[in-house]
């Protein structure tokens, strides 16, 4: 018997090749998305060396790559949550304000989460923690792709508890049961509304033990990831964390150096996001993309409770006052800390300078899980897979105008703040000669 042809080896390997495809196709990875509230760019350890209260963060940025160009799509936090969930900006989406415990509406009903896409793709998806994108009606996470939610509408210092926490000024505790809220509190405390606790569609607590929250959402998100692991389905976990945000609430006693509350909070969240590390990697290692990233800057006027700028406090600052992080368009509000960890795919011990956006993490996920972007509307992130993977260290790129320029556009009075949150008129904003960094004495978002 002869040996056969070289053609009928080609033939017989490509039939083995497409028998073989549907076992050999592209697996779909686990995602989990970390969204810390009011966390400063200097509040990890990785990032500014006077920080002691991170060692679980600052392993995952050892263990992964951590982005020191990165940037909330604004600086406040309904529309930075809805443009990670839609990978769209304010101008786009048509969030570009807090939502209020009062509005009826939330993220506009015909904007196509990050959820819904990859729950049409197979993906088993639950959110827990901060929603603050709508609490009515269709607006509920439950309605925009989340099979499970836990968590809270909206921050926790929109509504009392029974546990207020540290604030600056303080909030008291809701009203005894028999008696009415004092008229003498202040107009940013919420003393006659609880705030409610959400699993589904349902509340299970009101007002909320915040000094517990933390632990409840450390022990439901791994439930979350262990049931979908068992499932056989890949999963997408939403963790919007309460942390760095006020009211802090912090174990009795209360510490007694170091950064005193804030370090004790910090460090809570480091050990929260330490546990889910250990969870992901115990149901296969190397399965789960982890990203953590904050929501905007540090609240400033919160004082000794908000959160460490490290260099982005600008010469405008120093030299007049006034704040330079959350709630404006200085560089300190919206440059945020990020970190990716995925063994195996994403390198170890990276720093990447490449300007990206929390406007990536949908686009990037998406084209990671093989599913498609929807067709009929433009998107302001990018994939960024390959900065991920230590391909490229290329991200946004931005052409600044000259001074003359820039400063002209200034004063016309509305600028790329609108894109951003609120509006601020440009004639607020100086006109400096020189940049420490990019962004930094202008105020403007780098994309």
Known sequence: MGSPSPWAVLVLVMMLAGLLAPCVAHEQPNFIVILADDVGWGDLGANWAETKETPHLDELAAEGTRFVDFHSAASTCSPSRASLLTGRLGARNGVTHNFA??????????????????????????AIGKWHLGHHGRH?????????????????????????????????????HGT???????????????????????IV???????????RYAEEAARFIRQASDSGRPFFLYLALAHMHVPLGVPPPPPASGRGIYGAALREMDALVGR???????HGKGSTLLWFAGDNGPWAQKCELAGRLGPFLGAWQRQRGGSSAKQ??????????????WPGRIPAKRTSQALLSTLDIFPTLVALAGAALPP???????????VLFGWSDVGHKVKMPTRAAWCAFLRAGRAV????GDPIPGDAWPCLPTRQSRGAQHGVSPF
């Open 276 to 282: 889910i590390k250990q969870v992901a990697d115990g």
């Open 140 to 176: 509920h996470p439950s309605f925009r792709g989340f099979d499970y939610y836990l968590g809270i509408p909206y921050s926790h210092d929109m509504g009392c508890t029974d546990t207020p926490g540290y604030n600056l000024p303080p909030c008291p505790p809701c009203p005894s």
């Open 101 to 126: 415990v009062t509005s009826v509406g939330g993220l506009p009903l015909n904007e196509t989460t990050l959820a819904e896409v990859l729950q049409e793709a197979g993906y088993s998806t639950g």
């Open 417 to 420: 703040p609108a894109l951003l």
């Open 376 to 386: 009929d509307r433009r998107f302001d992130g990018l994939d960024v897979s390959p």
């Open 205 to 215: 607590q009101q007002p909320v033990n915040l000094s517990s929250l933390a632990a």
């Open 328 to 341: 404006t368009t200085w560089e300190g509000g919206h440059r945020v800390p990020a970190l990716a960890y």
């Open 180 to 202: 009415t809220a004092s008229r003498v509190v202040r107009k940013d405390c919420y003393a006659e509304i609880a705030l409610p606790l959400f699993e589904n569609i349902t």
